[in-house]
């Protein structure tokens, strides 16, 4: 199994991503926002991966950080009806974070904004998701910059200060993922204790 690749970039495109470590050049699937994060062709990179394996085909899907990998192996290998391609659309439209505050506050409307997520696949999500979600998921703590408890997953009073804030930033214009940026931005500079009221106020103004 490929936990991770770190090699020369030789090919970056949108959705996938062409990587050289050892003179092979690996093909890895990635959703945009790990595309975004991306070095410019001829840097090196270090992306954490996971392998699917089908019979007649084998793939491979990488992420810049390793909780959005074991986020990404939580929906393919623990949601009904969710597979690889599903998982990196709502990669590529909602970060790991967004994607936890989501499911613990029940906001399927949220989930089902991202492309071919219907209201049932929302609402599968969250069901089968919560518990899991909710307790921490995988063995890697959260690193520093991630605005979120030291056990790696929000509570629910923080997942709905992020809730609030996001709804708030997309009622003045904000697409999702501008306020999903922003307000991200904002909890890693304020801390997790800081109000919605104050998060609101620095995302507007960082």
């Avoid at 969710?82 to 499911?103: D, N, Q």
């Avoid at 219907?118 to 909710?134: C, F, Q, S």
């Avoid at 992020?162 to 708030?168: E, K, L, R, S, T």
Wanted: proline residues 6%; neutral net charge.
């Amino acid at each position: 199994m490929i936990a991770s690749l770190k090699g020369k970039v030789i090919e970056s495109h949108l959705l996938q991503v062409v990587i050289e470590a050892g003179g092979v050049g690996y093909e890895v699937h990635i959703p945009i926002t790990t595309a975004e994060k991306l070095p410019p062709p001829g840097n090196e990179a270090k992306l954490y991966t996971h392998a699917v394996y089908r019979d007649d085909s084998q793939s491979l899907y990488g992420f810049v950080k390793r909780e959005d990998r074991e986020f990404f192996k939580l929906l393919v290998e623990k949601v009904s009806g969710v597979g690889p391609k599903m998982a990196l659309t709502l990669f590529s439209k909602l970060s790991t974070k967004m994607l936890e505050a989501a499911i613990i506050s029940g906001d399927a409307k949220l989930l089902s904004q991202c492309p071919g997520i219907g209201k049932k696949t929302a609402e599968r999500l969250i069901i089968e998701l919560r518990d899991k979600v909710g307790k921490g998921f995988g063995s890697a703590p959260s690193p520093p910059s991630m605005p979120s408890s030291e056990a790696g997953s929000m509570d629910d009073a923080s997942a709905t200060k992020f809730q609030d804030a996001i709804a708030a930033l997309t009622a003045l214009g904000y697409k999702i993922t501008e306020a999903d940026k922003s307000v991200n931005r904002a909890i890693t500079k304020l801390g997790p204790s800081a109000t919605v009221e104050e998060i609101i106020k620095t995302a507007l103004n960082p």
